[in-house]
């Protein structure tokens, strides 16, 4: 039989976390204590109002038929929740639901791209952001984020032939890997951008409630002009600890709202009934539930980047995201090795920066899946194993 792999799949590559999750492996039957600090899955707990509402719609028999679109309640309670938490006014034809932005921006490529557009992509960035523009045939060029830059774009260094020729930008803040947020200014310079050169924003807000240090939490869509030129996807997941439901929504500018539902019409049948209900009570939370666990994660934060600074580790404090971007320890300038060596010294998995792109070499994430004071024990074993020198 002839190979069953489409060739399209060979752009992907599984080595550095295969490598990974194969040394995980050897060290479990080995018997060794793991401390998992590479996946970004809350281990904070729904809010039982949203475990009710789910279960609840799981006991009637109609919320198990196809849901097609959005149910009425659903589209109204997220119109009513942008409007109070960002002040941002938006309707109904504005929206459509995704299986969580993950799914919503692998497949974004496929409904605005035609072979041979330009997507400018961050880097380093989540790797989810090329699948959506190869995906949809573009030719990729990588903007750099550089820590001498607080990690924000430069996009007006860019040769002007390819801004002529973009279809889109991904911009993502607060931003995973880097821990970096951004500014309101920043955004008013990428939408002139946009509207010079005909090109469409794209933006991911998934961690717009997990922000640190008084820095300014809020929507694309609340800068002037922003739906003249983009959409943004809004995620539930990490806000309500609701990963596995797999819920976001795209909001904006209609046209591009319209192209998108156009393509998913295609594949998908919404979003299950259930899931929905689970998302309307997550949405009318009080919002210090919300502020409540952002504070826990900043001191999640705190414990892990104040004491690695103690052990004689640099690294600074992220300003937003449950992920903190550390520059690799004197004496090491490989990602993939030293998490392989962190990994057999200590049993602390970390993420190579270079999963992240070219410019990630040279740093690894953490993320703060584990409460403060357990953290300040990794670091403890960090400490003892001798690594940092």
């Known amino acids: 039989m002839k190979t069953a792999k489409a060739q399209r799949l060979n752009h992907f590559q599984t080595g550095i976390f295969a490598s990974l999750d194969d040394k995980k492996n050897e060290l479990v039957k080995m018997g060794r204590t793991i401390y998992n600090l590479s996946i970004g899955t809350p281990d904070f707990k729904p809010h039982p109002s949203v475990m009710k509402a789910v279960s609840e719609a799981c006991l009637d028999a109609e ?29 109904k034809e504005e929206i459509t639901a995704v299986h969580g932005s993950q799914e919503g921006i692998g497949h974004i490529g496929l409904a605005l791209c ?32 550089l820590e001498k830059n607080n ?19 991904i911009l993502s803040y607060p931003s995973n890997p880097v821990g970096a947020v951004a500014t309101r200014q920043m955004y008013m310079e990428v939408i002139e951008l946009a509207k010079k050169y005909g090109f469409i924003i794209i933006n ?9 240090d ?40 209609k046209e591009v709202i319209d192209a998108f539902k156009l393509l998913r019409s295609q594949y998908d049948f919404g979003v299950f009934k ?12 009080d919002r210090s539930v919300v502020e409540e666990q952002r504070l826990q994660y900043q001191k999640r934060r705190d414990a892990l980047c104040g004491n690695l600074r103690k052990i004689g580790w640099n690294v600074p404090d992220s300003k937003g995201t449950m992920f ?5 320890p004197k004496g090491y300038n490989n990602s993939v090795e030293f998490c392989n060596l962190l990994m057999e ?28 004071d357990e953290l300040e024990k990794i670091v403890d074993v960090i400490a003892s194993s001798g690594i940092i020198k």
């Not at 259930?274 to 939370?285: C, D, F, H, T, W």
């Not at 190579?352 to 690894?364: C, H, L, Q, S």
């Open 63 to 91: 919320n198990f038929k196809y849901a097609l679109t959005e149910i009425d309640e659903l589209t109204e309670t997220l119109i009513h929740y942008y409007k109070d938490r960002f002040s941002v006014e938006i309707c």
């Open 114 to 145: 035609n072979k041979g557009d330009v997507v400018l992509l961050p880097d380093p960035g989540y790797p989810i952001f090329e699948v959506g523009a190869y995906f949809g045939e573009a030719e990729m060029h990588f903007y750099p984020l």
């Open 151 to 169: 990690y924000l774009p430069c996009l007006k260094e860019l040769d002007e032939d390819v801004l002529k020729r973009t279809k889109f930008i």
């Open 204 to 212: 991911d807000n998934a961690y717009s409630d997990i922000i640190f």
């Open 214 to 253: 008084g820095n300014e939490s809020f929507s694309f869509l609340s800068i002037p002009g922003a739906k003249d030129v983009g959409i943004e996807f809004y995620s539930l997941s990490k806000s309500f600890n609701i990963t596995g439901a797999r819920i976001s929504f795209a909001i904006g500018n």
């Open 274 to 285: 259930p899931v929905q209900y689970g998302a309307i009570a997550a949405m009318k939370l």
């Open 324 to 328: 903190v971007w550390a520059p690799l």
């Open 345 to 372: 010294k200590t049993g602390v998995i970390c993420t190579p920066g270079a999963a992240f792109g070219k410019n990630g070499e040279g740093y690894v994430r953490f993320a703060l899946v584990k409460d403060a």
